[in-house]
């Protein structure tokens, strides 16, 4: 039997690959949804989206197994149906980690052999009992060579054990992707994203091109949160995203994250309103982060709301008095994903679907980039 089982991972380990090319254009008009969102499953308009991300899953930091905690599993059980109901195609991956995850217990995970098998046998084990399609890994980030190599031997391991899984489930393959850093250079010191491996074994990658500009890291300056292209500044969607193609990720492999909210600053001078004019922090009673949802509120309600698109930034701004929200429109969202069409890229994803309002990004998204 055990002889049996490791002929059998040999074979598969050496021609599955070439039998089964995973790697066809990816072609994702994806959104994440999580519980604290305050968006029920059941509203998610899913005939907009062709994968929807569960998010999160988490790492158990003493087994090294991904569990769902008590209180979302009641909800996680019911994604998969729930979405399928409007839309029978959409896919749906369980996402695990996020910016709240314990980075120290990944970065252990994936340097541990022992330990890596327990995440690929419970990531799957999970996967199928509640009726996903793949699984998507957010860990923000592998910060050190060490990392960033063992998040490459980690992603190829999990290729093959989804391969021998699908052999031995005979289902289709589970679907491998990950939320990466807007570049395949993370600082700091700078360090490189394994793209042969990522480019080998997963499906594709989202690319969390977005926080650039943010009253909690850019407190006395204003300044676009997503800008696709920047004159003034090095950081923008444009240079992670060449980057990453530029590293020898095949385009097709790379999908632009999509941020459906902003951030609000408290303006120093109300006469001074523009992209990098001086500001005093988080705008309060706002407070940080804004759903576009809520950001079109704000318009509503505040009469005298000026709105202003900046096209050559591919951004978006509005201010009353000494508010001042940047965001992405939907101008910025239609620029965004015609660029991810003529760049080639694999699709979108929007960061998160419950943010946006009665769906007009989503719909202009979809739009943009041409049928469902
Ligand atoms: C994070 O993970 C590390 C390594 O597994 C563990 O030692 C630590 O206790 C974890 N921290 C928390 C808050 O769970
Ligand atoms: C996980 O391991 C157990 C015990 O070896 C096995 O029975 C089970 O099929 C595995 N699950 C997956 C999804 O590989
Ligand atoms: C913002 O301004 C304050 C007060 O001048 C200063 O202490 C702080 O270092 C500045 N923060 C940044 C990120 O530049
Ligand atoms: C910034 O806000 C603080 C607290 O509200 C206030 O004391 C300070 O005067 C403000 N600074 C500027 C330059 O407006
Ligand atoms: C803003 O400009 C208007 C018109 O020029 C002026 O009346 C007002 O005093 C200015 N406000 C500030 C805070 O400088
Ligand atoms: C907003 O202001 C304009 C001009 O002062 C006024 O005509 C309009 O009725 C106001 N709208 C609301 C909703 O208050
Ligand atoms: C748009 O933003 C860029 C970069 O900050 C700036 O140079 C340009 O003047 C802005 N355009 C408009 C119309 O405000
Ligand atoms: C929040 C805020 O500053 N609201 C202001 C928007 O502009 C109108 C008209 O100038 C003011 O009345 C509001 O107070």
Same mark, same amino acid.
């Given at each position: 039997m055990a002889h049996q089982s490791s002929l059998l991972l040999l074979l598969i380990t050496i021609f599955l690959p070439l039998h089964l090319p995973f790697s066809a254009a990816a072609n994702v008009r994806g959104g994440y949804w999580f #519980? +604290? +969102? +305050?968006? #029920? *499953?059941?509203? *998610? @308009?899913? $005939? %907009?989206? $062709?994968h929807l991300f569960c998010a999160f899953a988490d790492l158990d930091p003493s087994t090294y197994g991904v569990t769902i905690s008590p209180e979302n599993q009641p909800q996680f059980w019911n994604f998969t149906p729930t979405v399928a109901?409007?839309? #029978? %195609?959409v896919k749906t991956l369980l996402s695990i980690g996020g910016a709240g995850a314990n980075s120290s217990a990944l970065a252990y995970m994936a340097g541990n052999p022992t330990a890596r098998q327990v995440f690929f046998n419970s990531s799957m084990g999970l996967a199928r009992s509640y009726g996903f399609d793949g699984l998507d890994l957010d860990w923000e980030f592998p910060r050190s060579g060490k990392e960033m190599a063992d998040f490459g031997t980690l992603v190829d391991e999990w290729r093959v054990a989804v391969n021998v899984e699908a052999v031995r489930s005979g289902k289709p393959p589970l679907i491998l992707s990950a939320a990466v850093y807007y570049s395949p250079f993370y600082s700091s010191p700078l360090v490189a994203y394994p793209t042969q491996s990522i480019s080998n074994s997963l499906d594709w990658i989202n690319v969390m091109a977005y926080d650039f500009y943010a009253p909690g890291w850019s407190p006395n300056i204003t300044g676009p949160p997503a800008a696709l292209h920047n004159p003034d500044q090095p950081i923008n969607v444009d240079i992670g995203i060449t980057t990453w193609i530029q590293q020898g %990720? #095949? !385009? @097709?492999k790379v999908v632009l994250g999509l941020p459906f909210y902003g951030y609000a600053w408290s303006l120093v001078d109300s006469n001074q309103t523009g992209l990098y004019v001086p500001a005093n922090g988080t705008n309060q009673p706002w407070g940080g982060a804004m759903t576009y949802n809520q950001i079109n509120q704000f318009i509503a309600q505040q009469n005298g709301t000026n709105n202003v698109f900046n096209a050559t930034v591919v951004s978006q701004y509005c201010y009353n008095g000494t508010t001042w929200i940047g965001y992405d429109g939907l101008g910025s969202i239609f620029g965004k994903v015609l660029y991810a069409k003529t760049k080639g890229l694999g699709g979108y994803f929007a960061?998160?679907?419950? !943010?946006d309002d009665d769906w007009s990004l989503s719909t202009t998204a979809l739009q943009t980039w041409g049928g469902a």
């Open positions: #519980p +604290g +969102g +305050g968006f #029920p *499953i059941s509203a *998610i @308009e899913s $005939t %907009l989206f $062709t109901k409007r839309n #029978p %195609l %990720l #095949p !385009a @097709e960061w998160h679907v419950g !943010a």
